[in-house]
Nanobody, 122 residues
Framework: QVQLVESGGGLVQAGGSLNLSCAAS????????MAWFRQARGKEREFVAV????????DYAHIVRGRFAVSRDNAKNTVYLQMNSLKAEDTAVYYC???????????????WGQGTQVIVTS
């Protein structure tokens, strides 16, 4: 069993940056591909980014590519999402998720955090 806890969300002006963290406990994070998803109010959850177990391979939703960067520190059992050039449409609750497969499909992931709110003001 893996417990995931996100942090780092908050209120930021458009054009600003935030760095989200996802800390894992229970099992070593290196066993899992880790992804970030987000869900805006009234909308479906959407894929943001994923990183492979080793950290070598990443994939991004086209709407965040070039602005967001996912990374991981397996020694610290933590995954990060650096978000730059934030836009109002990035406002959402951001979730990290862990699973065996490297995928964009949220149904693949077995473990989820409780989410952290990001609000971008224009």
């Amino acid at each position: 069993q893996v417990q995931l806890v996100e942090s780092g969300g908050g209120l930021v002006q458009a054009g600003g940056s935030l760095n989200l963290s996802c800390a894992a406990s229970g099992r070593t994070l290196s066993s899992y591909a880790m992804a970030w998803f987000r869900q805006a109010r009234g909308k479906e959850r959407e894929f943001v980014a994923v990183i492979s177990r080793s950290g070598v391979t990443t994939d991004y939703a086209h709407i965040v590519r070039g602005r967001f960067a996912v990374s991981r520190d397996n020694a610290k059992n933590t995954v990060y999402l650096q978000m730059n050039s934030l836009k109002a449409e990035d406002t959402a609750v951001y979730y990290c998720a862990g699973g065996i497969a490297f995928a964009r499909d949220g149904s693949i992931y077995d473990y989820w955090g409780q989410g952290t709110q990001v609000i971008v003001t224009s």
